[in-house]
């Protein structure tokens, strides 16, 4: 009796949850532009001549069907460009905006009173409260990773069950920035300065992970040249793996945004699935210019290596108690707070 009294508590929050974010209708118009970008993707084209765009033909050989396959060019576009560039970024601003008012509007006079004198737990209540934010974006990128779906395997020919990976990875990327608008939202009560702060908070993420990866290049760069010359070389080699040991610490103990991101276009695409779009060529000689201004073939390479030889489980399992910390440390707020 008990458990079908609670899982009738549980169901009539997420009723009352989802009410409030449809009728904000940001997760219609999410939904809208997401399968605009789909429809943009499969307008796009590859034939023996080239790409092609609605009927035009555009003559862009060598990148024609015969170096790269249809399903591999959608599922390109699909891995580098309409994740990174939609469901990372704009799709995850939408998803911000909608879902940051779920703590501070709950919060505001009248209605947490109101919830509290129902027989549930806070810690329930909470729980609730978030898992509905959550599945606001799940819902959100399997409209959009079953449009895909459809694209890749009508118009190139391929039913590749891999692009469903983008579901759990996206929902795992907003989980992270959603932990600390649940954070801000209890702490604040403001549903503008929850979102503000976290999308500074997300700023700062990214720029870390830039400023890491740098020192990783760097990193790389001294040791090449510390192996080849020697002297003071191996002296700077030195600074440069301390300072990646620095960051390689704090983001240890900070969610991964970027990196889990990137775990969908590792396991979709190899390297050489890559190479006709002009993605991890190497230079045509040791002098030419690499990513950074770095002009070392080797460098390069070593790069390469250490940014996806990290383990996803490290990079999930680390970021998701990150996150498991910060959403426990906003529950205990919410819990011990009086109201």
Do not use: H
């Not at 695409?269 to 990513?291: I, S």
């Amino acid at each position: 009796m008990n458990v079908a009294v609670s899982a009738g508590q549980v169901a009539a929050l997420a009723v009352d949850a989802y009410r409030e974010l449809n009728s904000k209708k940001l997760f219609w118009v999410t939904l809208a532009l997401s399968l605009g970008v789909v429809l943009a993707c499969a307008a796009l084209g590859i034939n023996d001549r080239g790409i092609t765009l609605l009927g035009w033909q555009f003559d862009t050989a060598p990148l024609t069907a015969d170096l790269v396959p249809p399903a591999k060019f959608y599922l390109f576009l699909f891995a580098t460009l309409a994740v990174p560039i939609w469901l990372t970024w704009l799709a995850t601003i939408l998803a911000l905006v909608s879902t940051a008012s779920i703590v501070p509007d709950f919060l505001a006079s009248g209605a947490i009173e109101l919830t509290l004198a129902r027989p549930i737990s806070r810690l329930r209540l909470f729980t609730v409260k978030c898992g509905c934010g959550l599945l606001f974006v799940a819902i959100q990128v399997a409209v959009f990773a079953v449009a895909c779906f459809l694209v890749v395997g009508l118009r190139g020919g391929s039913w590749d069950p891999r692009i469903f990976l983008a579901v759990p990875i996206v929902v795992l990327f907003f989980s992270y920035l959603f932990s600390f608008c649940v954070l801000f939202g209890v702490l604040t009560r403001s549903t503008i300065a929850a979102l503000l702060l976290t999308l500074l908070v997300w700023l700062l993420l990214w720029s870390l992970n830039t400023t890491a990866s740098m020192v990783v290049l760097m990193r790389e760069t001294a040791a090449v040249k510390a192996e080849r010359a020697g002297g003071a070389a191996v002296e700077s080699a030195a600074r440069w793996r301390r300072a990646a040991a620095v960051f390689g610490a704090i983001k240890a103990v900070l969610p991964k945004t970027d990196e889990t991101i990137a775990l969908l276009d590792r396991w979709l695409l190899t390297a050489a699935d890559k190479r006709p779009f002009g993605v991890g060529l190497e230079p045509a000689t040791d002098d030419a210019a690499l990513p950074f201004g770095v002009p070392d073939r080797e460098a390069s390479a070593r790069f390469e290596r250490a940014m996806s030889g990290r383990p996803a489980g490290w990079v999930i399992g680390s970021s998701c108690l990150s996150a498991a910390v910060i959403y426990g440390l906003a529950a205990w707020l919410f819990c011990r707070r009086d109201f």
